[in-house]
């Protein structure tokens, strides 16, 4: 559901004026000079995803299955269950990298990898918006010497036509990340700063984690970084986490065929906001979302005929 309204208080010579100032004052501000809602609204944001220190590590078996679903551990498996997602962008993340191939293993629940065969262990492509997400269970740790190493997931991501990055996530209130030897690396190569997320129950009762992977590669555009001062901007998205309306603001430069899309964080379109040919304004729109629709991450995308030039994540957090 969405509602949409023309906002045209200062004519078209100004609001090309004030858009222009505001995309700038994106552009160019330090971050430290953003107030927190203005830097989660920023598009600055984009760090290359580290490798990790210890590499691939003894226990990659080559040629795991490709898998067919979105489960990795089977219903059965013992263990808190778990689903990452994320997009796989390139390194200024103004593309999406379309079938990115994510190879990932892991521990079982007692810290024990499947050696002889492919449990815990799989393949999965990105889709054409360049997002992945998997189903498993939480990893158990296993001792590395005289210490325990923390929960942590593998992965190797290779784009198409591009090197692999091989490297490790890890999950934020780990107790042993600050004795890690890799885990607790926060600066070069290896800093796995961006790499430690935060686990969140769903409304099932799963843990839920997002995880964005910002590798070499060419995909399509999806323009985060670029604003496209010719054909339009998203201003905000707010409240951001929200719970049953947001409030998108956003302006076009030229007349055009304009859409505001929802998709969730597999790339599924799950709302269009606006759809219609608008001439060159500031306008806002009201997103309601259907009563059923679950707690998690979306996407609010702006398209200019047919172009998506930019787009914001937001998180649904009913309370």
Known sequence: MSDLKNNNPNGRRQFLKNASIAALSVGLFPKNALSREQESQSTMACDPTTKDYYGVGPFYTENPPVRETTQLAKASEKGERMIIRGRVMNLDCSEALANTVVDVWHANDAGEYDNDGYNLRGQFK??????????TIKPGKYLNGAKYRPSHIHFKITPENEDTLVTQLYFKGDSDIPGDAAASITSGSFDATHRIIELSKNTEGKLEGVWDIVVNGKGGNIGTNDLHLDKGVIYSVSPNPFSDR?????????????GIIVYDIEGKEVARVADSTLSSEKYEAVWTPEPGLPDGTYFIALKVNDLQIQYMKIQRLRR
Do not use: L, R
Not at 126 to 135: A, I, L
């Open 126 to 135: 990105t889709n054409s918006q360049g997002f992945y997400s998997f189903e």
């Open 246 to 258: 947001v409030e998108i603001k956003y302006g076009i430069f030229h007349q055009a065929q304009v």
